[in-house]
């Protein structure tokens, strides 16, 4: 039976995942991921979906549009509860089904038992490609911030720099791409001995991290969550409260985050009196400068293409400086850029999403430095410590 | 506050002030009539003009608070590094300016003060420019056509994927001027003109299969210049964004390379599918 509500939902993917872990755990396929509670946090822009009364239908209407070649039987529905919507789809053939829980305004989460592999292929061909809806973009702070808040059981490492370089360029690079998964506790002195050597400190790029997590009050339930540098969390364990729990941690944390950007970063001329006074401030990425060639790799960040999804033709004065009228093609409006071998300088329009500034940073982190940090009137954007956000270490399972 | 962006006024002796910025704080009670100069362009004739305006010519020529300019006087700021040559200049004239520093990440006073311990103190130790970006003012009436392209063309690409109709000159201004309003009435007025010898120029090459001069409201009494959007791309469900988006980025890039290339200048295209820079040849940039 398909739940009709969240709680039902909860109720279904709870059972669902216990189940799932206790076959796993006696055939000892710890490692597959079909059958695995997935969710995806996502970014919907407020300004398309604010207003809605027919969110599937409306949803439906734009994931529709952007689809590519492959997805076919597309659909988008409601359920007894306003805020929860079904999304299904066939991905070359193979059925996708997500529950998309929009109790959040803007920040929503899909839930899906599809493999990956399948659910990843159907976000990419739909969610990736619309205009209304983004990733939740976790950068390498974030990621260490969910390492802290149960016990840390590895991570991933993933940097690439095909999307700033080439295929020569890339293939003349010290290290083009480097992907590495250490499991155990121990892996973050694995990350640490590469980070520290200096040889590969700027290819050292933290994008996923895998945390035990759960109630300490109830020692019988608890979650493995891996959790992805593109908002994705994959489940393992025996309590989907213990999954959404930590979800919905990273849900607010980011949400804040986002809200901190926006409200202070957005710049905009202010009437006062009879003038007018400047208000917001810029964001500036600092970086060590990429062994790639300056003019290639701003000339393809705004390429139009996935991840940066930034519009812009750059106007180069010298070998070491870009101005960049840009276009966010996520919510169509616009950012200011000016870029210098080792810094990016962003400014925010009126109307600009904060959203961008979290998707430039972590993917500026897996594609030209690891080290690359962003900062907002001096002070690290991700080292906001939203209120109420503090480390809870009472989750940490027995 | 910022009261002014290029408003002329009449000074005590009667003659013509325009400052490139003027701002008044009612707070200090102090206006400040803003000039940025490369160094060798510092005017003396210009510095006794402003050294001659009196709190009531700001008051009543550029329509300000009077308790937010019960004094007045200048600022000159010029580049990092070049303070103390300017304030020899200004000694061998007589006179006596605030000279500020203007580095890529800071303002600072260099020499000389306003007097004033709420301006001295922080200017002396220096302020953080990065809430100053070009684009409040993204170009002025000296900047190159190119320039003016590029701007236009993102509002272009923007108002297509809002998938509205038409553009209206009337809306330009305010969209790609933060500070729109606060540009006094000529500069607005050049602007608009400069904008709209552009766009009917785009659209009659680059963006002629996007764009076309709305006829039916040429026709109005009350003519506001106005484009329709003839083939909005972003409002086809079955396009590729990223395509649609690189297809104007490409018109954007030839258009750039078209009005550099009037100004007799040289410039290569960087190779790749994903690369639409453009870059001058050796060429400072204008």
Redesign the interface.
């Known amino acids: 039976m398909r739940p009709t509500d969240r709680r039902e939902l909860a109720n279904t993917l709870h059972d669902r995942m216990a189940g799932s872990y206790e076959a796993r755990a006696r055939k000892d396929e710890h490692d597959a991921e079909d059958g695995l509670v997935k969710t995806y946090l996502l970014e919907a822009d407020p300004s398309c979906f604010g207003a809605s009364d027919d969110l599937p239908g409306y949803l439906g209407s734009c994931v529709?549009?952007?689809a590519?070649p492959g997805i076919t039987d597309l659909r988008s529905e409601a359920t007894d509860d306003s805020r929860l919507l079904r999304l299904s789809g066939r991905c070359h053939g193979r059925v996708a089904e997500f529950h998309i829980d929009a109790s959040h305004e803007r920040y929503w989460l899909a839930h899906t038992m599809a493999s990956s592999r399948v659910a990843d292929a159907f976000l990419k061909q739909t969610v990736d490609?619309c205009?209304q809806i983004d990733r939740a973009w976790l950068d390498v702070s974030m990621l260490e911030w969910v390492a802290q808040q149960g016990q840390f059981s590895g991570l991933g490492l993933d940097f690439d720099r095909g999307p700033l370089l080439?295929r020569e360029s890339a293939a003349s690079a010290r290290v083009d791409s480097m992907k590495m998964q250490v499991w155990g506790r121990s892996a973050r002195d694995v990350m640490e001995v590469l980070r520290t050597t200096g040889e590969f400190g700027p290819e050292t790029s933290l994008a996923k991290v895998k945390v035990r997590y759960g109630d300490a009050d109830d020692a019988s339930g608890f979650t493995i969550d891996e959790v992805k540098y593109n908002g994705k969390f994959t489940a393992r364990g025996t309590s989907f409260m213990a999954h959404a729990d930590l979800v919905h941690r990273v849900q607010r944390r980011y949400s804040r985050m986002i809200e901190h950007v926006e409200r202070h970063g957005r710049?905009?001329?202010e009437?006062?009196?009879?003038?007018?006074?400047?208000r917001?401030?810029?964001i500036?990425y600092q970086f060590t400068p990429s062994c790639a060639p300056f003019?290639?790799w701003?000339?393809?960040m705004?390429?139009?293409?996935?991840p940066f999804r930034l519009?812009?033709?750059?106007?180069?004065?010298g070998d070491d400086f870009?101005?960049v009228?840009?276009?966010d093609?996520h919510v169509?409006?616009?950012l200011?850029f000016?870029i210098a071998p080792d810094r990016i300088?962003l400014?925010m329009?009126?109307a600009s999403c904060g959203n961008t500034v979290l998707r430039l940073l972590a993917n500026l982190q897996r594609t030209l430095d690891a080290g690359t940090r962003a900062d907002m009137?001096?002070e690290s954007i991700s080292g906001v410590q939203p209120q109420g956000a503090q480390p809870d270490h009472s989750n940490v399972p027995r | 506050m910022v009261c002014w962006v290029e408003q002329w006024f009449r000074n005590s002796d009667d003659s013509r002030v325009k400052p490139e910025i003027l701002t008044a704080s009612p707070h200090v009670r102090h206006a400040i009539m803003w000039e940025w100069k490369s160094g060798g362009n510092l005017d003396q004739d210009q510095l006794a003009r402003y050294l001659a305006v009196r709190p009531d010519d700001v008051a009543q020529g550029a329509f300000v608070e009077p308790q937010a300019c019960e004094t007045v006087g200048p600022a000159v700021v010029v580049p990092d590094g070049l303070g103390s040559r300017c304030s020899g200049v200004l000694a061998q004239w007589q006179m006596e300016a605030p000279l500020l520093e203007l580095s890529d990440t800071q303002i600072r006073l260099s020499v000389s003060g306003f007097g004033i311990p709420e301006l001295d103190d922080p200017l002396q130790q220096g302020l953080p420019i990065t809430r100053i970006p070009i684009s409040y003012v993204p170009f002025d009436r000296e900047a190159p056509d190119y320039v003016v392209v590029e701007h236009l063309m993102r509002f272009v690409l923007q108002t297509m994927l809002e998938r509205r109709p038409r553009l209206e000159l009337s809306s330009m201004g305010g969209a790609l001027f933060r500070m729109w309003p606060a540009l006094a009435p000529s500069m607005r007025t050049e602007l608009e003109k400069q904008m709209e010898q552009l766009m009917a120029d785009l659209s009659a090459n680059e963006l002629a299969r996007y764009l076309e001069r709305d006829k039916a409201v040429q026709g109005q009494v009350t003519h506001v210049p106005t484009w329709a959007i003839i083939h909005n791309p972003f409002a086809d469900p079955t396009t590729d964004i990223t395509h649609a988006a690189r297809a104007l980025r490409k018109a954007t890039r030839d258009a750039v390379l078209r009005h550099k290339g009037g100004r007799q200048l040289q410039f290569r295209e960087l190779t790749g599918p994903d690369d639409g820079s453009v870059v001058p040849d050796g060429t400072p940039r204008a």
């Open positions: 529709k549009d952007s590519r490609r205009r080439s710049l905009r001329v009437r006062v009196d009879r003038g007018w006074e400047f917001g401030a810029c500036t003019r290639e701003v000339g393809r705004f390429s139009c293409a996935l519009w812009g033709v750059p106007d180069f004065d870009a101005r009228a840009a276009l093609l169509g409006q616009p200011d000016e300088r400014f329009h009126e009137n001096g």
